[in-house]
Nanobody
């Protein structure tokens, strides 16, 4: 069964840090593009970062320089290190994986496997 399980969310003050984890029930090595999205109340889900099959990373402008995405292939785990958090980062965060061998994309439609979401709340 294909599963993604996200964890690590919580409540922090502005300027704080959190690290999210997403563990896959399948091997993500060299096969899947994996990424993070977030959705704030009354807003659409937005792409924030992804890691290609070859380990390349890309980021949305809103998080570039503050967030770092990485993957541990041996553990089938994706991470999102979030530093210098702002109140506008408050959202439910989701990890996702593409179809096998698909190119990475910021588009929601490119991802077919989704984790359950983990809440991040940043207070001012």
């Amino acid at each position: 069964q294909v599963q993604l399980v996200a964890s690590g969310g919580g409540s922090v003050q502005s300027g704080g840090s959190l690290r999210l984890s997403c563990t896959a029930s399948f091997s993500i090595v060299n096969t899947y593009c994996v990424g993070w999205f977030r959705q704030a109340p009354a807003k659409e889900r937005e792409w924030i970062a992804s890691v290609t099959r070859n380990g390349g990373t890309s980021y949305a402008d809103a998080v570039k320089g503050r967030f770092t995405v990485s993957r541990d292939n041996a553990k089938n785990t994706l991470y999102l290190q979030m530093n210098s958090l702002k109140p506008e980062d408050t959202a439910m965060y989701y990890c996702a994986a593409s179809k096998a061998y698909a190119a990475c994309s910021p588009s929601l439609g490119a991802y077919i496997y989704w984790g359950q979401g983990t809440q991040v709340t940043v207070s001012s």
